[in-house]
């Protein structure tokens, strides 16, 4: 089991910038990869970024040159960087774990960005 805690969201502007965290605890070890997913309202989550063990990142489209992933120095933290924020942001970002192809299906409170015109 793997617990997930999300920090760092907020009411910004539309251009101005936030820095999701996430602290994984519990069975880590045989995480393979990290992710952030978000939901905005009347949607589906979706999976914006992922960065692997070996430290390759990929993003959907949509994010790409605006937000950056990255864990830090504790094998348990993963990051998200996000810059030139938009109304369309706006969602609920939650991270999650995979073990070998499978992404956890137990998920924390999630964080919420506001992002205003």
């Known amino acids: 089991q793997v617990q997930l805690v999300e920090s760092g969201g907020g009411l910004v502007q539309a251009g101005g910038s936030l820095r999701l965290s996430c602290a994984a605890s519990?069975?880590?070890?045989?995480?393979?990869?990290m992710g952030w997913y978000r939901q905005a309202p009347g949607k589906q989550r979706e999976l914006v970024a992922v960065?692997?063990?070996?430290?390759?990142?990929n993003y959907i489209d949509s994010v790409k040159g605006r937000f950056t992933i990255s864990r830090g120095n504790a094998k348990n933290m993963v990051y998200l960087q996000m810059n030139s924020l938009r109304p369309e942001d706006t969602a609920v970002y939650y991270c999650?774990?995979?073990?070998?192809?499978?992404?956890?299906?137990?998920w924390g409170q999630g964080t919420q960005v506001t992002v205003s015109s």
């Open positions: 519990g069975s880590i070890f045989r995480i393979n990869a």
């Open positions: 999650n774990a995979r073990y070998g192809s499978e992404w956890i299906t137990t």
């Open positions: 960065i692997t063990s070996g430290s390759s990142t």
